[in-house]
């Protein structure tokens, strides 16, 4: 069974300051994907950012980034310039091919002005 | 359009009611989703509905029916709930199989049992 571990339950950035938030999981499947979602507090779940397995870059989208270690299973989540807006419930997220989708426990991050 | 609509945005129900909640998307996805959200916690799957047939039931209690009546609607009815079962209850849809599609979910319905 997979499974996704976030260790982190709350996390702590100061403005324009850049936090990491950390995700491992652990499957045997070759071919999946690992997601971040963020769900602010009006409780919908919005995509970050994806990365495919058998893709070595690691994926960005505008101030967010991925650090993808496939070896070692973790998939962190980068966000630099941190804003107010950016204060939510993050999910890191996995999927293959079985057309589910697996959450990890969640990592509440706080942005301080 | 990219949205996925949940109603009733908040429902409160006896635990004798019958009660239904709905999911609309028009994104052309051919995959359906429930989810199940307790305080403080991530996001737990229920049922996958892929081209209008259930493909995953995990264990949920019969208590919880799904349906889909086509490819762009999705119900979840509920009789003899729990307060335990008291939740978000998240809808969400996809493309299709494809390990790479994402996601998109509704805003949920917030489920009170009393």
């Known amino acids: 069974a997979q499974t996704v571990t976030q260790s982190q339950p709350e996390m702590s950035v100061q403005e324009a300051e850049t936090v990491t938030l950390s995700c491992t999981y652990d499957?045997?499947?070759?071919?999946?994907?690992l997601f971040w979602y963020k769900q602010p507090p009006s409780r919908q779940m919005i995509l970050v950012i994806r990365?495919?397995?058998?893709?070595?870059q690691n994926a960005t989208e505008n101030r967010f980034s991925v650090n993808f270690q496939k070896a070692a299973k973790s998939f962190s989540l980068k966000i630099s310039d941190s804003q107010l807006g950016d204060a939510a419930m993050y999910f890191c997220a996995y999927r293959s091919g079985n057309n589910d989708m697996r959450f990890g426990a969640g990592t509440r991050l706080t942005v301080k002005p | 359009d990219t949205e996925v609509t949940q109603t009733p945005k908040h429902l409160v129900m006896g635990m004798t009611n019958k009660k239904s909640l709905k999911c609309e998307q028009h994104m052309g996805h051919r995959a359906m989703y429930w989810y199940k959200q307790k305080a403080k916690k991530p996001p737990e799957l229920m049922f996958v509905y892929s081209y209008e047939k259930l493909s995953i039931n995990e264990s949920v209690p019969s208590r919880f029916s799904p349906e889909c009546p086509n490819s762009s609607l999705l119900n979840l009815h509920l009789h003899a709930l729990q307060p335990e079962d008291s939740a978000l209850y998240l809808c969400?849809?996809?493309?299709?199989?494809?390990?790479?599609?994402?996601?998109?979910f509704g805003q949920g319905t917030r489920l009170t049992v009393v």
């Open positions: 499957t045997s499947e070759s071919d999946y994907y």
């Open positions: 969400a849809s996809s493309r299709g199989q494809g390990v790479n599609t994402e996601a998109f």
């Open positions: 990365q495919e397995a058998y893709k070595q």
